[in-house]
């Protein structure tokens, strides 16, 4: 039985349907806080159980015969580590045969603030005494490609990332690294360091955004503080706006950057370009 928590979540739907395509149905737990939300997976024949990492009975009730378990990581910033340790918990009272946990790129040396939650779950799953495997991923595409309709509007792409290389990828291809992991006949990696094959800076995504849609679109790079207030006057909550604030921040200094090339060597295909992100967010 593999239990992916989080399964209604954009990543976590991926990571099912992925799953779908080699393991039963009935192999399958979407274990969420909003069981009304599944629906869909249900329908498919995964089993949907109620799952609140700030409830633990939830948590092992959901993890009853549990053979992996995929903890994607909570997006309470600020609860993640009390969270996350429910969860861990969970998956040592059902005698999990993998704990497998969604962290951050390089979570043990990175300036990213939210670094410091990953940090704290990677120490909780190693104590755990499980076998584990820690997928550490880079930034999304999306993360940029959601936005690009408003840097058309402007002519201008916002930032704060300097000239700072983002070896980015898109959720599908992290899905697919999550699917890897658990298919594996052997024993996974204990840390996978996982990021795009290419890197990019913003100023090449705003000439990337020119190019396929033939409008002028330039980087207007600002300190951290000014990006901040930008974000607010985009109507962004305070916490989220200091979070994106600092993550420009620290991809400045290479926080986001990674040559490995692991991911593509995890899913056996390349991963997603920056001009093929570009091309799908934009309308047709």
Known sequence: ???????????????????????????????????????????????????????????????????????????????????????VDAAVRAGAGLLAYTSVLHADSSALGLAAEHRETEAAVRASGLPYTLLRNGWYMENYT??????????????????????????????????????????PQAIYELAGDSAFTLTELAAELARQSGKPVAYNDLPEAAYREALLGFGLPAPLAALIADSDAAAAQGALDDSSGSLGKLIGRPTTTLAQAVRSALPA
């Open 1 to 87: 039985m593999i239990v992916i928590t989080g399964a209604t979540g954009q990543l976590g739907q991926l990571i099912v349907a992925g799953l779908l395509k080699s393991v039963p149905p009935s192999q399958i737990v979407a274990a969420v806080r909003d069981v009304g939300k599944a629906g869909a997976l249900a329908a498919l024949g995964v089993q949907v159980r109620h799952a609140d990492y700030d409830v633990p009975a939830t948590l092992d009730a959901a993890f009853h015969g549990a053979g992996k378990v995929l903890l994607i990581s909570s997006n309470a910033v600020g609860q993640r580590v009390a969270q996350h340790r429910n969860v």
């Open 146 to 187: 959601g936005g690009l309709g408003t840097a058309l509007e402007h002519g201008a792409l916002l930032g704060g990332a300097g000239a700072g290389r983002i070896a980015a990828a898109a959720r599908a291809d992290y899905a697919a690294a999550a699917v890897a992991v658990l298919l594996s006949e052997t024993a």
